[in-house]
């Protein structure tokens, strides 16, 4: 999971997702249409449905989340329930009704409960996390041909109708690598984890290798302080014939690696240092990092959603409430301009070329079942990421 964790400014304040029209701008509004059916036709819901139940309205919506799972997910489920119920205050309790259901990070579950949240008749499925869960729930909403947006990483799940919401792997890889051939760099040493991210980085960045003759060396290691020593000591000589370092973990991984390169005799600060979005999580303080350029979300509107999070929910927000909050008005917004759920809610509606603006920037969603996002460039400098490259805020209708 990507560490990233979405807009007419109303007179209160509030920010409100907005579909492109006209051109390939992606704008600061909603469409004024004078006409829209603003009245959204009476759904066939069943009465008291399983689950949290946020909002009134007679268009049904579930939200799937492993609420009670162990672990770390729980507090993600829960900012994905805060994130849409902040939403649903914002924009939504008089045209949907969220119901949030706990499927407890299982398979089995998740497809349960798809099969429960279509026979009280939700026209549209938020989440899951997880791809297995993803790929359980989905087969139960595609033959219903209910849309998914779920907020998985993992693009073997995607398809249309079954939208990834989140950021990927490949998408960042895309992004820094071209923006590192725009700089002149022509060789990379890739530092990449043994796990399921790692392949995904490893194809992008052979595929872009070979199609823009860039050379390319992949060095694995395992996520242990063993296998981090291991591959400093065997890289140390690498480094030095590349003019780029890619290491794309976060956390104190990329300190770590760096710090092991200079003390095995790498010149390090001979080498342009690329990261990713996982570097919010790094700590930008370390000289071992200083200059480097990594990728970020346009935070222009995310501060002034996370302010208001934090007021109602006492903690800051993650990318995943930023991601739910706005899956969840994009469905309210659709209601409200298309009138009905068949409408709004139909692959076409969802797949508009031009894209949309939310609190973590422009975005698109593709018929292959990924999301397209607008992705900064930031460079550590005094300690901190600044602004080296904006990200996009168009969005060309024939491509990326």
Not at 27 to 50: E, F, H, I, V
């Amino acid at each position: 999971m990507l560490g990233f964790t979405k807009a007419l400014v109303c007179g209160v304040g509030l920010l409100a997702l907005s579909a492109c029209t006209g051109g390939s701008n992606v704008p600061n509004g909603l469409p004024n249409s004078t006409s829209a059916d603003n009245t959204s036709a009476s759904q066939l819901l069943s009465p008291d449905p399983k689950g949290e139940v946020i909002g009134s309205g007679n268009v049904r919506v579930a939200l799937l989340v492993p609420s009670t799972i162990p672990g770390g997910a729980a507090a993600v489920a829960k900012e994905l329930r805060n994130g849409a119920a902040l939403a649903m205050q914002d924009f939504g309790s008089g045209r949907v009704q969220l119901v949030v259901k706990d499927i407890k990070g299982q398979a089995a579950e998740a497809q349960n409960k798809a099969n429960e949240a279509i026979g009280e008749g939700a026209s549209l499925v938020l989440g899951p996390l997880f791809a297995a869960n993803v790929s359980a729930a989905s087969g139960i909403t595609l033959p219903a041909n209910v849309v998914t947006l779920s907020f998985s990483t993992d693009t073997s799940v995607a398809r249309r109708g079954v939208y990834l919401f989140s950021y990927t792997p490949q998408e960042d890889t895309k992004r820094i690598i071209s923006y590192a051939g725009s700089l002149g760099r022509r060789s990379i040493a890739a530092f990449l984890p043994n796990n399921a991210e790692g392949i995904l980085r490893e194809r992008v960045l052979r595929e872009m290798a070979g199609k823009n003759g860039l050379l390319l060396n992949i060095l694995k290691y395992d996520r242990t302080p063993a296998g981090v020593e291991k591959i400093v000591s065997e890289g140390a000589g690498i480094v030095q014939t590349s003019d780029s370092i890619y290491v794309p973990e976060g956390g104190p991984i990329p300190n770590l690696i760096l710090a092991g390169l200079k003390r095995n005799g790498a010149k390090i600060s001979e080498k342009t240092i690329l990261g990713s979005g996982n570097w919010e999580s790094v700590k930008t303080s370390d000289p071992v990092v200083a200059g480097a350029y990594y990728l970020g979300r346009d935070t222009s509107k995310f501060n002034e959603f996370a302010g208001r999070y934090q007021t109602k929910f006492g903690s800051r927000p993650s990318v995943q409430a930023a991601l739910a909050y706005d899956a969840m008005t994009l469905a309210a917004e659709f209601i409200r301009l298309k009138g009905n759920a068949k409408t709004a809610f139909s692959p076409q509606t969802f797949e508009n070329p031009n894209g949309f603006q939310g609190v973590n920037g422009a975005f698109r969603i593709r018929s292959d079942g990924t999301t397209q996002r607008g992705l900064a460039i930031y460079q550590i400098r005094g300690g901190k990421g600044t602004l080296a490259e904006p990200a996009i805020s168009r969005f060309s209708r024939l491509g990326g």
